[in-house]
């Protein structure tokens, strides 16, 4: 009786060891859907972003031939600073938050904040908009932001 004790101890090991290794398999591959969701949403927004940019190129490239948010036309600021200012920055707030939580792959990550600091070299008017727009983001975010554009964080006073 021992000897079939001892046999069914083992099996039940080799069970339980079975059954994590496909939890982990499992887990890997719900991880792995989770990111390419993710990418294909920021793949997504990034589209978006193009379109609106593209909609809009010619109340946004008279907005960039100003120096201050303040000297634009009404028009001008809804959709430079509430849309693709909002845009911009959502965009990578939210592939920040995506990585924090682990389901935006950190290269993809990477990308989204160059693209980030791309923009905000490109558009300087941006750089006063972050600075109306940062209390929407989680302070880590900015702090990262900000960390990664020291002049960004002296722009804005």
């Known amino acids: 009786?021992?000897?079939?004790?001892?046999?069914?101890?083992?099996?039940?090991?080799?069970?339980?060891?079975?059954?994590?290794?496909?939890?982990?398999?499992?887990?890997?591959?719900?991880?792995?859907?989770?990111?390419?969701?993710n990418i294909a949403a920021y793949n997504e927004v990034t589209s978006s972003w193009a379109d609106f940019a593209a909609e809009h190129a010619v109340v946004l490239a008279k907005a960039e031939q100003h120096t201050s948010l303040s000297e634009l036309t009404?028009?001008?600021?809804?959709?430079?600073?509430?849309?693709?200012a909002v845009k911009t920055f959502h965009q990578a707030h939210?592939?920040?938050?995506?990585h924090r939580a682990g389901s935006l792959p950190h290269d993809v990550f990477e990308a989204a904040i160059a693209g980030l600091e791309h923009q905000l070299e490109l558009a300087p008017l941006l750089k006063e908009a972050w600075h109306n727009q940062r209390h929407h983001h989680?302070?880590?975010?900015?702090?990262?932001?900000?960390?990664?554009m020291p002049d960004l964080k002296k722009a804005g006073g």
């Open 1 to 37: 009786m021992e000897k079939v004790n001892q046999w069914l101890s083992l099996a039940a090991n080799l069970g339980v060891l079975a059954g994590i290794v496909f939890l982990g398999y499992e887990i890997q591959i719900n991880t792995n859907a989770v990111q390419s969701a």
């Open 74 to 84: 009404p028009e001008q600021q809804w959709v430079y600073a509430g849309g693709l």
């Open 94 to 98: 939210t592939a920040y938050l995506h």
């Open 138 to 148: 989680v302070q880590e975010f900015n702090d990262l932001v900000e960390r990664r």
